[in-house]
């Protein structure tokens, strides 16, 4: 460590890396300087002058107390950080902070927990000389999710930084100067990134604070449970403030290399819905009078009684099995196992997937391809179908990362997405996406085999085309290169033929391949076995079962549904619906009720939500995480693995007697000892015909929104009242609308097969020509089918004249 | 009377008022003279740097920083933009010459401008121009005009392959952005905010780019130090002091002006030139280099001349060469109030202390004005303001907190007695 200097704070002498800032060092050796301005993640303000120390170097002291935070150290530098200039310096500070500052803490929502507050017990008066009127300021409405008491802002510009540097949209600023400058939005817009929330922490003060949480509760009542967020791959780390049973917040924990220590608004707020009034809170089972509340004894002796006589009178493999990849890694090996003891085998958690022609090509395990803060060190990124900031806003910031520091990022998406970053996008229409990669496969010059090399060879490539390869190469080359493929090419019916372009580009460029799992659990299912061609460990079925799809194409007289909605989980909600509906049992374990599954199911048995049970999680980066259950669920509901347990008990089946979740997590950790995720393809992936839109109709392009994607979510109302969360609607390219005769604002009918839907349109040149983007999973979308799949448009007459 | 008026930025004054600023008054007075030699030899910067530093011409904009040598600091022939700004925001309360060289001798600045650029490797130039300055900024676009037409300005000029891009930018108003980082924030399109340093200007300023960024009295004495010399203008004030100097004689005075003087006049010749202390009162205080620097009683003034080393042992600055001329009569606790109040509307307040401080002195302040002040206010006040002086990014902290302790050191009776009996000592002049 030749590169090393020593400086010396308060007398230690400490040691350091040239360049690093002198508040830097101090933390490191747990010496405290007091700041409010300075955070690590963000860019260095030096403005709110509590930091300032005594310093001197060479023997020759600066003339001036110097901010801590912005001066970097030399070799033999002396700090002072409590010497009487230092400490009056930061009194001094600390005096001009509080003057205008209300100084109503038992009012203030961060009472308790204010960086202001703490500080002032160090360095604060008892008694203020300021007897003038203090200032009062203006309340900023940014919206449902973050509240705003200006008054109490001490304009340290974290919240600006946070904006400009880490989300890339700069939706706060500063305006006024002196005493009138004000942290605002200038435009009166409402705060809506997907990180924003994030500015809550940041805050030292109660200026911004949670609006569904605050004046709920006190800091120092509630307690924290460390948990992982269940809304994406990720895994965040966060923890969850509970008082009284109730989860209360959800504050991120830091973990440089998953989450680093912001966490999204989806994880941050999702809580909300653990209290909603649609949980279901007692087993209920459907009789000849409607929906009746029963007891778990009757009710599972009912479900265990109708599975055995489903297989006895039908057949095990009548049996339907699908899990929501969300799922804890425990529930999803005891439900694989069940169906697997009871000789069944048609269990998937692919849930929006509909071309499944890949899977006996696709690698056992297959994953993001490399660590998350890898993301960072990528020169080059392909992104395949995906809408990363809705999908999984933290890895979308590590992409930001790579491309501020100059990665080419590509997209081929059906739309063009908001990306905060310089980034190469090909908008194309679903069935185009194929076209396109292989003009970038054919630049990059990929081969291919038999179909695929004609469809190679006749791809048209063009500068954008040339410009994403050459990086992709160059990247490849260097080693930092990847290609990553999204939920929307996962919800492709040409999802086979996507992996098999994606994976001629990353052969031809040297680029690595990586998946990004749609859920919290995707990465898990494939560990558990809970997939029609794998059991646990990811190892082979001689036999494979149905996959989520054609066990609703080929409809079975048993279905057990394990944390869905059939309306909004599934990738076509009209067929899953109607095959659902024909069935002879369909048992539904949920944490909520929804009107499609008391439409469909017979049996409702309530079990924890997310923060109710045990249990861990497989994130994108093969990460397992267990975590705590950090309340009781409400009502009857039950972890899920305890209902699993006692079901298998009462089938008779053996290797049910596990005591705890973590006796479950040990028993599939012994089986995947020796697996770890990799995305080498077990075979040759098959090349189909692309799906391409008949005439007269367009590809209905059926992104998951962000707060649509899963139950937990669409019940957390400040969620579903954000600009993120817009109602169902029709969006179309200008030339298709004007082809169509529709106009911005028009309503129209959408029929996709027998499904109808009536919506209003949205006209928008983000959206690849040939394309109709309807959401998914949010209300009215249950009515229609594929998320992906033709769709003709009507205009609905009649409605004006009304 | 001071001999050797006029000789540098002021050196077209003794022409006819309608044309003193138009290229052919400048061409006349040898002006561009300097720029076109630059063109044609090609003359190797760093001897143009010398000749400044032997000048000891010094920052004109308050700092008083050789402008030699920060040119000096410039990475002269690092590849990518670099940029030369000139600071023409002239805000300091009293503070007008500026404005003067830009109604009455812009092109001056030009050259003084392109020579700048060449010195240190900008081919681009900003000045940017206080935006209430109506008429200096029709002068000055309308000399860029005459200097674009003339081949003085833009591309490959006069075949000698060297390219020097002017602009105006203007100011909306605001008093710190004649910060010269707040100033590069404003011509960026961003709120004028100081920026903490380093890094300097010259490693990162704007876009950032290497820039340096000078007075436009400063820019503007380039041409005349290098067609007389550095040892001439250096020979014009004292050591350490070297040429003539604006200043701005303001306040209690017959005759306010601009006089371009040598530095080291007598403040008494100075006072002369502007005709005496208004209506032949007693002169009570003199605030030497704009509103920012200490206030001197006039009986010191009276014995001091008017240099950067001579005011300095008065206990202020020389500061922008604003002389502001208070008159026996006046109270002081008024003209601070005044002051502080200007200093509060002008923080940025990105900085707590200045942000708050300001704030507070001058509500302080005006309550003791409105006779509501209390015996503790004073040591109150001159507290606050050394809690805020040299704890802030830029100056003007200090700028707000040294008039504040300079009136309480000289003037404190005054104070006391508006406390005691809640009316003035001294009734308006």
């Known amino acids: 460590m030749s590169d090393k200097i020593t400086i010396e704070i308060d007398g230690r002498t400490c040691e350091a890396a040239p360049g690093e800032m002198i508040i830097t060092v101090a933390d490191r050796e747990g010496i405290s300087i007091p700041r409010f301005c300075y955070h690590e993640k963000l860019s260095i303000a030096a403005n709110c002058r509590m930091c300032l120390v005594e310093a001197e170097q060479g023997g020759r002291p600066f003339p001036k107390p110097v901010p801590a935070c912005a001066t970097p150290v030399g070799d033999g530098m002396k700090v002072q950080t409590r010497s009487r200039k230092a400490l009056d310096a930061q009194r001094g500070t600390m005096e001009f902070l509080l003057i205008n500052h209300p100084l109503d803490c038992p009012i203030c929502d961060q009472g308790g927990e204010c960086e202001l507050q703490d500080v002032s017990m160090g360095y604060g008066e008892d008694v203020s000389r300021f007897t003038e009127r203090k200032r009062v300021v203006k309340d900023e409405d940014l919206g449902p999710l973050i509240a705003t008491e200006m008054t109490r802002c001490i304009h340290c510009t974290r919240c600006v930084r946070f904006g400009a540097e880490i989300a890339g949209v700069r939706e706060l600023g500063a305006t006024g100067r002196g005493e009138d400058m004000r942290i605002g939005t200038f435009v009166a817009h409402t705060v809506a990134h997907e990180l924003s929330g994030n500015i809550i922490d940041l805050c030292p003060v109660g200026a911004l604070t949670s609006k569904p949480y605050r004046f709920t509760a006190r800091a120092w009542e509630l307690t924290a449970e460390p948990s992982i967020a269940p809304h994406d791959a990720v895994g965040s780390n966060i923890q969850l403030h509970v008082r009284n049973g109730r989860v209360m917040r959800v504050h991120p924990r830091d973990n440089e290399a998953i989450n680093e220590t912001w966490i999204s608004d989806r994880d941050r707020f999702s809580y909300e819905g653990l209290n909603a009034a649609s949980r279901l809170t007692a087993p209920m089972i459907k009789g000849d009078s409607g929906w009746a509340e029963t007891d778990w004894q009757s009710v599972l002796h009912w479900v265990a009684d109708g599975l055995q006589r489903v297989v006895a009178d039908s057949g095990a493999d009548q049996l339907g099995w699908l899990m929501a990849p969300g799922s804890t890694l425990e529930e999803l090996y005891l439900g694989q196992k069940l169906l697997r003891g009871l000789g069944g085998r048609n269990i998937d958690s692919r849930l929006r997937q509909q071309d499944f022609s890949g899977d006996a090509a696709d690698p056992a395990l297959p994953w993001l391809g490399l660590p998350i803060a890898d993301l960072e060190q990528q020169r080059a990124v392909l992104l395949i179908g995906s809408d990363i900031r809705q999908e999984q806003p933290l890895l979308a910031h590590r992409l930001r990362k790579a491309a501020l520091a100059g990665a080419m990022v590509g997209l081929v998406n059906p739309y063009r997405v908001e990306l905060t970053h310089p980034s190469r996008q090909l908008p194309a229409a679903p069935g185009r996406l194929a076209a396109e990669l292989a003009a970038i496969a054919k630049a990059a010059g990929a081969g291919g085999r038999s179909s695929l090399k004609g469809l190679i060879a006749t791809a048209d490539s063009g500068d954008v085309h040339a410009e994403i390869a050459a990086a992709l190469k160059q990247a490849g080359a260097d080693g930092n290169g990847l290609v990553l493929l999204g939920a929307l090419a996962e919800a492709s019916p040409d999802f086979g033929l996507l992996k098999a372009l994606a994976y001629q580009i990353a052969d031809a460029t040297g680029c690595r391949i990586g998946f990004l799992p749609p859920a919290a659990n995707s990465t898990g299912a494939a560990f558990a076995g809970a997939l029609p061609h794998r059991l646990p460990g990811a190892r082979a079925v001689d036999v494979p079962g149905l996959d989520a799809l054609a066990q609703l194409t080929e409809p079975r007289k048993a279905y057990v549904l394990w944390g869905i909605d059939p309306a909004h989980d599934l990738i076509d909600p009209a067929r899953a619906v109607a095959a659902l509906a024909g069935a002879d049992l369909v048992v539904a374990c949920t944490a909520f009720r929804t009107p499609s599954l008391e439409a469909v199911a017979d049996v409702l048995l309530p079990i924890s939500a997310f923060a109710e049970t045990s249990g861990t999680f497989v994130n994108a980066a093969g990460d397992w995480q267990r975590f705590q259950g950090a309340v009781a669920p409400p009502g009857d509901a039950r972890p899920g693995w305890k209902l699993l347990r006692v079901l298998g008990n009462m089938l008779e089946l053996t290797g049910f007697e596990y005591a705890s979740a973590r006796d479950i997590h040990d028993a599939l950790a012994a089986q995947c000892a020796d697996r770890a995720p990799d995305n080498t393809p077990r075979a040759e992936y098959p090349v189909g015909t692309t799906a391409e839109a008949a005439d007269g109709t367009l590809m209905r392009v059926g992104n998951v929104p962000i707060y649509a994607v899963d139950a937990l979510v669409r019940a957390a109302p400040a969620l579903q009242r954000t600009p993120l969360s817009a109602p169902l609607h029709l969006q179309l390219h200008p030339a298709d609308a004007e082809a169509l005769g529709l106009q911005d604002g028009d309503q129209v009918e959408v029929a996709q097969g027998p499904a109808r839907a009536c919506m209003p349109v949205h006209v928008s040149d983000d959206l690849a020509r040939g394309g109709g983007r309807i959401p998914a999973a949010v209300p009215g979308s249950g009515q229609l089918g594929a998320q992906i799949g033709p769709i003709r448009v009507a205009k609905v007459s009649g409605e004006n004249d009304q | ?429």
Request: one cysteine or more; proline letters at 6%.
């Open chain 2, 1 to 429: 009377m001071v001999k050797d008026q006029n000789t540098v930025c002021f050196r077209t004054m003794h022409l006819k008022e309608k044309v003193r600023h138009t290229l052919d008054s400048y061409l006349s007075v040898g002006g561009y003279g300097q720029w076109k030699r630059v063109l044609n030899e090609r003359p190797d910067p760093a001897t143009l740097i010398e000749e400044l530093k032997l000048s000891a011409l010094r920052g004109r904009g308050g700092a008083g920083f050789p402008t030699g040598l920060k040119w000096s600091f410039m990475p002269r022939s690092a590849p990518g933009q670099k940029y030369i700004v000139c600071n023409s925001d002239e805000g300091e309360p009293g503070t007008c010459k500026d404005r003067d060289i830009l109604r009455w001798n812009p092109h001056q600045l030009i050259e003084g401008m392109a020579i700048a650029g060449y010195c240190i490797g900008a081919t681009v130039g900003y000045n940017y121009i206080r935006g209430e300055f109506y008429e200096p900024i029709a002068r000055f676009d309308e000399a860029l005009g005459e200097a674009y037409a003339a081949g003085l300005l833009g591309r490959d000029l006069l075949g000698s392959g060297v390219d020097f891009d002017l602009y105006t930018h203007l100011g909306a108003g605001a008093y710190i952005c004649g910060e010269e980082t707040a100033l590069l924030e404003s011509i960026e399109g961003k709120k004028g905010q100081p920026r903490f340093k380093p890094p300097f200007p010259a490693q990162a300023g704007l876009y950032g780019q290497p820039t340096t960024i000078n007075n436009t009295e400063s820019l503007a004495s380039v041409p005349v130090i290098l067609e007389k010399g550095g040892q001439w203008f250096l020979d014009q004030g004292r050591p350490n002091n070297g040429g003539p100097k604006l200043f701005s004689v303001t306040g209690h005075v017959n005759a306010p002006n601009n006089f371009e003087v040598p530095l080291g006049t007598p403040f008494w010749e100075l006072l002369e030139m502007a005709g005496g202390v208004k209506d032949g009162k007693a002169l009570k205080a003199v605030i030497p280099g704009g509103s920012s620097v200490p206030v001197v009683p006039g009986n010191i003034m009276m014995n001091t001349d008017m240099d950067y080393d001579s005011i300095a042992k008065a206990g202020s600055m020389l500061g922008s060469g604003a002389v502001i001329v208070i008159a026996e009569g006046t109270c002081m606790v008024r003209v601070l109030a005044n002051l502080a109040h200007f200093y509060a509307h002008e923080s940025c307040g990105q900085c707590t202390p200045c942000r708050e401080g300001t704030g507070w002195l001058s509500r302080v302040l005006h309550r003791i004005l409105h006779g509501h002040g209390r015996p503790s206010d004073l040591d109150l006040l001159d507290n606050v303001a050394g809690r805020i002086g040299g704890r802030t990014i830029c100056a003007l902290g200090d700028a707000a907190a040294m008039p504040v302790q300079s009136f309480l050191q000289h003037y404190r009776h005054e104070f006391e007695h508006l406390i005691e009996h809640g009316r003035p000592m001294e009734q308006a002049a």
